[in-house]
């Protein structure tokens, strides 16, 4: 199949589907009625195309099988390199099944649950589809229906301690919350229930949601349009229809409108930090997440006094030389001395940082670096990193060496610092997208040429490419 390649928006993507045509899910009341039309020239900072705008692009999992991409309008291809996810069509040689999703829009997301049974998509036709893969290896549409009044534009599962559950965010500037209702039958119309709403602050779009989720604990970071990151939980501990915000800044400082860049928010979905965190000193429980804009990266470790509730501290912000950042991924394990975190560019390539905590308690900072003081735009005062950021073309070379954005936050009476340096820089033409394996072992990228590259340290040390899969 050959992937058409457009710089315009076809004329169907910000058509409005008519209510006679669409399904109106009666559980959710909108705050909102309006829906959002504003759609860059730009593909890398539309809020409707975090992805390539033509569906060549690949969604993943946080496990080692079970990775999806949208070819058309149509039809979503599923790998199928593991034995435990049959193909459908046993005859393909491409690695991948086709599942027709049934859209009659663009798909604009698609997210397995944790254990890659289930199979969420969501499009530019306001609806949710959820699929179930069954014993044959096929996968069936057990619920289609209206969950927002305006495109659907992203879509993030819960962990499964707390039942099937998800988020979704859409154009009418709310993020809701659906949670299944085993007693409805599939194909009902209500056998996936909206349990929270929330209309996002200053009237402005949210672009990105994640979960992250440690036994009966959830956490939930969304990043606004205007540059406004989120930490919420739970009202209740075990309860999802009730969530607070517990934190909330700019990392970038606030952006007017017609002038944000591309948001992207990710947690490291682990149960811990990396060891050589925790070594040195950093609080076993504290939750990490990324944040990226522009060409900028920032990392904040998210840690809860005695007497309060978590807050946001940033450690490490990680400059790339060269290109924007479409897409980030932050590798799902805590057995590795260090994080990875892989980042999609818009210069045709693919870049890895490793983020390291030297066992550095109580040190000064090094003297090469500037100590840089909170940014007025944040919301409340941090910890901010500091940072020595150097340029020329050979900053941006694969494993060169820097200890830039030497932050610290203070834990107790230790004072952590972290480093980052630049693991590898792949080549993917057109790449829009990254996604780790559950394991941390290897990931995913994809992008304009419609190809699924597989990357993995080989024994040296150095990221390779270590598989590519074609979608035709």
């Not at 710089?7 to 959710?28: G, V």
């Not at 199928?80 to 829009?105: E, I």
């Not at 007497?307 to 991924?329: N, P, S, W």
């Not at 045709?348 to 003081?373: G, L, Q, Y």
Request: hydrophobic share 40%.
């Amino acid at each position: 199949m050959n992937i058409p390649i457009s710089n315009k928006f076809p004329s169907w993507l910000t058509r409005n589907t008519s209510d006679e045509d669409e399904e109106t899910h009666s559980n959710c009341s909108s705050l909102s009625s309006r829906a959002s039309s504003h759609v860059s020239s730009d593909p890398s900072e539309s809020l409707l195309f975090p992805i390539d705008i033509d569906g060549t692009i690949t969604q993943s999992v946080r496990r080692a099988e079970g990775l999806a991409a949208f070819v058309d309008r149509e039809t979503l291809i599923r790998s199928s390199t593991s034995s435990s996810f049959p193909a459908m069509d046993q005859t393909s040689t491409t690695g991948f099944t086709n599942l027709v999703h049934g859209s009659r829009d663009l798909v604009l997301a698609a997210k397995y649950n944790f254990n890659g049974s289930r199979l969420a998509t969501v499009s530019s036709d306001h609806k949710i589809r959820v699929f179930d893969l069954v014993e044959d290896g096929s996968w069936k549409l057990i619920e289609a229906w209206r969950g927002h009044n305006a495109e659907v534009l992203g879509v993030q599962w819960i962990g499964p301690s707390l039942g099937q559950a998800f988020g979704t965010i859409g154009g009418d500037n709310l993020f809701n919350v659906w949670e299944e209702q085993t007693s409805q039958a599939h194909m009902s119309g209500r056998r996936f229930r909206c349990i929270f709403q929330q209309a996002s602050h200053n009237n402005s779009l949210y672009v990105s949601l994640d979960f992250i989720t440690i036994k009966h604990e959830v956490w939930l970071a969304l990043a606004a349009k205007d540059g406004r990151l989120s930490l919420l939980e739970p009202t209740e501990p075990c309860s999802l229809g009730s969530w607070k915000e517990i934190d909330s800044l700019y990392p970038g400082g606030q952006h007017p409108r017609g002038q944000e860049p591309n948001f992207n928010v990710c947690f490291h979905h682990s149960d811990r930090p990396c060891y050589k965190a925790v070594i040195a000193g950093l609080d076993k429980k504290a939750v990490s997440l990324a944040f990226s804009f522009s060409n900028i990266i920032k990392i904040f470790r998210a840690t809860k006094p005695d007497d309060g509730t978590y807050e946001l501290h940033e450690v490490a912000e990680i400059a790339v030389d060269q290109g924007r950042i479409r897409d980030i991924d932050w590798a799902p394990v805590s057995v590795q001395p260090s994080d990875l975190i892989a980042a999609a560019c818009d210069d045709d390539h693919v870049r890895v940082f490793e983020v390291t905590t030297p066992n550095s308690a109580n040190i000064s900072s090094p003297s090469n670096s500037a100590n840089i003081p909170p940014t007025a735009a944040m919301t409340r005062a941090h910890s901010l990193a500091s940072r020595n950021v150097p340029s020329g073309i050979g900053a941006g070379l694969a494993g060169a060496s820097r200890a830039t954005a030497a932050g610290r936050i203070t834990v107790g009476n230790v004072r952590i610092k972290h480093e980052w340096n630049v693991a590898a820089s792949l080549p993917h033409s057109g790449v829009w997208k990254v996604a780790w394996f559950k394991d941390g072992s290897a990931f995913a990228s994809t992008g304009d040429d419609g190809i699924l590259r597989v990357w993995k340290k080989d024994m040296t040390g150095s990221f390779i490419e270590f598989a590519e899969l074609g979608a035709t």
